[in-house]
Nanobody
Framework: VQLQASGGGLVQTGGSLRLSCAAS????????MGWFRQAPGKEREFVAA????????YYLDSVKGRFTISRDNAKNTLYLQMNGLKPEDTAVYYC??????????????????WGQGTLVTVSS
């Protein structure tokens, strides 16, 4: 499956952004999906995951209550609504697809396909 992330940008502290990840090539609903981020000089970090039909979600503790992961299988699209953004949320955000088990798929090594990343910058 090919993944194309978009929606990043520059926003002030407390602002909002919605990231999208368009999937193509294979049946989107066959894949669990996740969002990861990587800040400069840091390792890639799990942000959120969602199950095949969206019935289950899981979040990094620091984004709970601020970020919402969702998916529209009819549109082959994954979303990440980010509210209450903080400077520490600044990173390149990646979407990824997984077919395996081991929910909630926190480990990036579990994922089979990755998008190219979209930059989110939160100014203080």
């Amino acid at each position: 499956v090919q993944l194309q992330a978009s929606g990043g940008g520059l926003v002030q502290t407390g602002g909002s952004l919605r990231l999208s990840c368009a999937a193509s090539g294979r049946t989107f609903s066959n894949y669990g999906m996740g969002w990861f981020r990587q800040a400069p000089g840091k390792e890639r970090e799990f942000v959120a995951a969602i199950s095949w039909i969206g019935s289950s979600t899981y979040y990094l503790d620091s984004v709970k209550g601020r970020f919402t992961i969702s998916r529209d299988n009819a549109k082959n699209t994954l979303y990440l609504q980010m509210n209450g953004l903080k400077p520490e949320d600044t990173a390149v955000y990646y979407c990824a697809a997984v077919q395996g088990s081991s929910w909630p798929w926190v480990d990036p090594n579990l994922y089979d396909y990755w998008g190219q990343g979209t930059l989110v910058t939160v100014s203080s």
